[in-house]
């Protein structure tokens, strides 16, 4: 089993920025990229960022391109999320999940990713 435990969210104004943690019990041979999710109320879960474990290469989903960045500490087996010129429509349930197939790049889809953590809550008010 590979646990995640999520870390970092809590409530700030718009324009405001949070980093968002996420360490994993495991790594090497266990998962092979990292992903940030989110979900507001009435909404499904969607995309947020991605990062691959082995050279760092990222994906982000166009609606927080410029203002989030992903990265990992592979020392630590953690991915961080920044969020920066947070805006109150980024309010949402933050997750972190895992994905353990080798892909040659990140992947958006739910399906693919088989660990998830209990999610924070990122409120950004107006």
């Known amino acids: 089993q590979v646990q995640l435990v999520e870390s970092g969210g809590g409530l700030v104004q718009a324009g405001g920025s949070l980093r968002l943690s996420c360490a994993a019990s495991?790594?090497?041979?266990?998962?092979?990229?990292m992903g940030w999710f989110r979900q507001a109320p009435g909404k499904e879960r969607e995309f947020v960022a991605g990062?691959?474990?082995?050279?760092?290469?990222?994906y982000y989903a166009d609606s927080v391109k410029g203002r989030f960045t992903i990265s990992r500490d592979n020392a630590k087996n953690t991915v961080y999320l920044q969020m920066d010129s947070l805006k109150p429509e980024d309010t949402a349930v933050y997750y972190c999940?895992?994905?353990?197939?080798?892909?040659?790049?990140?992947?958006?889809?739910?399906?693919?990713?088989?660990?998830w953590g209990q999610g924070t809550q990122v409120t950004v008010s107006s």
């Open positions: 999940a895992a994905d353990v197939t080798w892909r040659p790049y990140v992947t958006t889809t739910r399906g693919a990713y088989e660990y």
């Open positions: 495991r790594r090497t041979f266990s998962t092979a990229a």
């Open positions: 990062i691959k474990w082995s050279d760092g290469s990222t």
